[in-house]
């Protein structure tokens, strides 16, 4: 039987606080969200931009918070949606929205850099918000190219810094040192404490950074339909992102 308002609304009090504001039975699980209506505010923003029919698509949300994406996806018809993350409140939020939701939906206790622990691959892999929040965040692009991603990945991440995009060249001399202060560079800011009031905001990019990453973890951007989203398609990997250390004779 289906819950009443009134139990749901129990039920999201006793589980909060809700980082997504999710619509459970006309009962919102944030409200008073400081970014407004999060995430579908930014949603509608993309949704045209990700296939409308997922029949027969299998989807992985890489930080899933409480859920909200993974069951957008669920409504579009994806066979397959699990749903990953670290924090154990955010999945028992997911767990309880797909439940109100009667949606089919996977969900598991997994950190972006065990992906591989997985052991199969997914059309589509939505890593939206992740990126800041991680020490090590080409790593876990690297693993998601690596282990997971087939075809489509939905990606977003906290930019700061320019919005300018320019031309990099393949190479530069060592005596190059001007083009580290154009503000249209690839950067990354690091966080040493805190911002935001958040201690897991770790690295935020500048524009040109995030689609240098992408480029360089073996993503093509196909589409940038908001201001800090990104579809991309699987690509080869440049020849020269070896993970981790050089190959050896690597300097000759």
């Not at 930080?63 to 409504?75: R, W």
């Not at 089919?104 to 059309?123: A, C, N």
């Not at 890593?127 to 489509?152: C, N, Q, S, T």
């Not at 580290?180 to 958040?198: A, C, L, V």
């Amino acid at each position: 039987m289906p819950l009443s308002a009134v139990e749901i609304r129990q039920q999201v009090e006793a589980l909060g606080p809700w980082f997504h504001n999710i619509d459970l039975g006309g009962v919102r699980t944030a409200p008073d969200h400081f970014l407004g209506d999060y995430p579908n505010m930014k949603w509608r923003k993309f949704a045209n931009a990700i296939p409308a029919d997922l029949t027969g698509k299998t989807v992985l949300d890489i930080g899933c918070n409480a859920g909200f994406y993974s069951i957008e996806m669920k409504k579009r018809g994806a066979d397959r949606v699990l749903g990953v993350d670290f924090d154990d409140v955010y999945l028992n939020q997911a767990r309880f929205a797909a439940e109100v939701a009667e949606v089919d939906i996977e969900f598991r206790k997994l950190s972006v850099y065990d992906v591989g622990s997985l052991g199969e691959k997914f059309d589509v892999v939505i890593f939206m918000g992740v990126l800041y929040h991680l020490r090590h965040p080409l790593l876990a692009l690297d693993l998601i190219r690596e282990h997971v991603a087939k075809d489509l990945l939905i990606f977003q991440s906290m930019q700061r810094g320019s919005k300018e995009v320019g031309e990099v060249a393949e190479n530069y001399p060592f005596s190059e040192v001007a083009l580290f202060n154009e503000p249209s560079y690839p950067k990354m800011h690091f966080i040493e404490h805190r911002y935001s009031d958040d201690p897991t905001n770790w690295w935020v990019p500048n524009a040109a950074c995030v689609e240098a990453m992408l480029r360089s973890s073996g993503f093509e951007i196909t589409a940038h339909p908001e201001a800090e989203v990104y579809v991309c398609r699987t690509a080869q990997q440049p020849e020269h992102a070896i993970p981790v250390y050089p190959k050896q004779g690597a300097r000759t």
